[in-house]
């Protein structure tokens, strides 16, 4: 369903990219996602920020389900 949910924002042009994106924008952010290989201390930057997130599959397999040339590791929703 998650999945889902990030090609239907990618549609639409209503996704952020990253770690970075997603803490600048994170009174924007509606859904946050990040893949189960993500670093620790990505987590530790999103649980300081307060920042609720739900865990998707590897990097490898998003980006093949997304159809992405780039591997990422979190995913926000506008």
């Not at 201390?41 to 307060?50: G, R, S």
């Not at 865990?55 to 995913?75: A, Q």
């Amino acid at each position: 369903m998650s999945v889902k949910e990030i090609k239907d924002a990618m549609e639409k042009g209503r996704v952020y990219f990253g770690i970075r994106q997603t803490l600048k924008n994170v009174k924007k952010n509606s859904n946050v996602f990040v893949s189960k290989d993500v670093r620790e201390e990505t987590i530790k930057k999103l649980e300081n920020a307060k920042v609720e997130f739900t865990v998707l599959k590897s990097k490898e397999e998003l980006s093949l389900e997304l159809n992405l040339n780039f591997k990422c590791e979190v995913f926000s929703l506008k």
